[in-house]
């Protein structure tokens, strides 16, 4: 018996798909949106990321903060359990373009706002994300000043 290119490739790779290739990572991942506010307005142009802390699995994940809502998706992979939270603002040149792609106009003259490192690169704001409920986690921050 003999059998084509074609044929074996399929074969071959249903095995790997069936022998631990599964998608059981995403079937756990978490879905987690939320309002962030700056000074008690919707913050624009930053970046939320959560990252797994103590015993939680799974990759950090991050994504835009725009009109001060923001959403993670599950095809993240976040996992449940606690994560650390960051907040930052985008480089200037990429707010520049980002700006100029949705038509805002943004002085972009202006020296643009920094987080203060409390919410960012020493942020000690934390989320405990569930598998069972919906994640909305809302947060405020403050700019440096």
Same mark, same amino acid.
């Given at each position: @018996?003999?059998?084509?290119?074609?044929?074996?490739?399929?074969?071959?790779?249903?095995?790997? @798909? *069936?022998?631990?290739?599964?998608?059981?990572?995403?079937?756990?991942?978490?879905?987690?949106?939320?309002?962030?506010?700056?000074?008690?307005?919707?913050?624009?142009? *930053?970046?939320?990321?959560?990252?797994?802390?103590?015993?939680?699995?799974?990759?950090?994940?991050?994504?835009?903060? @725009?009109?001060?809502?923001?959403?993670?998706?599950?095809?993240?992979?976040?996992?449940?359990?606690?994560?650390?939270?960051?907040?930052? @603002?985008?480089?200037?040149?990429?707010?520049?373009?980002?700006?100029?792609?949705?038509?805002?106009?943004?002085?972009?003259?202006?020296?643009?706002?920094?987080?203060?490192?409390?919410?960012?690169?020493?942020? *000690?704001?934390?989320?405990?994300?569930?598998?069972?409920?919906?994640?909305?986690?809302?947060?405020?921050?403050?700019?440096?000043?």
């Amino acid at each position: @018996m003999r059998i084509d290119y074609h044929t074996g490739v399929c074969f071959l790779f249903s095995l790997l @798909m *069936a022998s631990g290739c599964s998608n059981e990572a995403q079937t756990r991942s978490v879905r987690v949106t939320g309002v962030v506010l700056a000074e008690r307005k919707p913050l624009s142009g *930053a970046v939320i990321t959560f990252e797994p802390m103590e015993q939680t699995p799974g990759p950090k994940a991050s994504t835009l903060i @725009m009109n001060g809502r923001y959403q993670i998706d599950l095809a993240a992979g976040l996992q449940p359990g606690t994560h650390r939270v960051r907040i930052s @603002m985008l480089p200037p040149e990429i707010n520049k373009r980002l700006d100029e792609a949705i038509g805002s106009q943004a002085a972009s003259h202006k020296k643009p706002p920094v987080i203060a490192t409390k919410y960012d690169s020493d942020s *000690a704001l934390t989320a405990k994300l569930s598998a069972d409920q919906e994640n909305q986690c809302d947060f405020s921050v403050e700019f440096r000043h």
